[in-house]
């Protein structure tokens, strides 16, 4: 049987301190076997580390190459509208008179001083 009460792996793990835990394992076959499945996985994590890294770089080289590609039609379809006014001047100046238009001359209800009259 075991020197001490194993609590689980994880928590001997967390709680004992490095020597003690060695001290441990190697008395507890549940803690061993745990033990063993962890540095595996540690090991598939170190191996899959590079792939990771050069997928994720794949990844943003993807990203960077739709961005490109989204400001390329989006500049290619803007221009057109901004050059369509033959004179961007002619443009403001329609724009302005537009706005300066009375509330009377828009066709809308006024009162006696001009003001918008809603009844
Ligand atoms: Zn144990």
């Known amino acids: 049987m075991n020197e001490k009460k194993c609590n ?3 928590s001997m793990y967390t709680f004992l ?19 063993a499945r962890m540095q595996r996985v540690s090991e598939l994590v170190q191996e899959a ?6 997928e994720k770089k794949k990844q943003s080289k ?3 190459a739709a961005c ?9 379809f803007s221009v057109p509208i ?7 001047y002619e443009d403001v100046i329609a ?12 066709g809308l209800p006024v009162d006696e001083y001009g003001f918008l009259y809603i009844n």
Do not use: R
């Open 8 to 10: 689980g792996y994880e």
């Open 17 to 35: 301190s490095e020597e003690d835990f060695q001290k441990h394992l190697e008395t507890c076959e549940d803690c061993q076997k745990e033990h």
């Open 49 to 54: 580390k590079p792939y990771m890294l050069q």
């Open 62 to 64: 993807i990203l960077k």
């Open 68 to 76: 490109a590609a989204f400001l390329v039609v989006f500049a290619t």
């Open 82 to 88: 901004y050059t369509a006014g033959t004179n961007i």
């Open 95 to 106: 724009m302005n008179e537009a706005n300066s238009l009375t509330i009377e001359e828009m």
